[in-house]
């Protein structure tokens, strides 16, 4: 069972920068493909960014692309998701989530909220325009 605790997130400006991590309890975590997900008022949780269990292997949202960049430390069982340039849009509770699966083949790490088996209990990330 992965235990999931997301952190970072605050009340920033449009343009600024937030750099949120996700601290994974299992110490199989990193066996793990892991995922950001997001969800605001009213609307569904969207992907936003994932990376295969051994980090060779990175997916972006189309609205996110070039300005996030998500990462890992397998050592010290954490992810980040680090956001530049945000926009008054990107405002939602970002989740952590951690692979249905151990071990899946870094091109079929999955980009949909069926796929993971696991999750954080979010971060609230609110951007003023």
Do not use: H
């Amino acid at each position: 069972q992965v235990q999931l605790v997301e952190s970072g997130g605050g009340l920033v400006q449009a343009e600024d920068s937030l750099r949120l991590s996700c601290a994974g309890s299992e110490r199989t975590f990193s066996w793990y493909a892991m995922g950001w997900f997001r969800q605001a008022p009213g609307k569904e949780r969207d992907f936003v960014a994932a990376i295969s269990w051994n980090g060779s292997s990175t997916y972006y949202a189309d609205s996110v692309k070039g300005r996030f960049s998500i990462s890992r430390d397998n050592v010290k069982n954490l992810v980040y998701l680090q956001m530049n340039s945000l926009k008054p849009e990107d405002t939602a509770v970002y989740y952590c989530a951690a692979d249905s699966l151990k071990l899946r083949p870094p091109d079929k790490t999955p980009l949909r909220v069926s796929g993971y088996g696991f999750w954080g209990q979010g971060t609230q990330v609110t951007v003023s325009s």
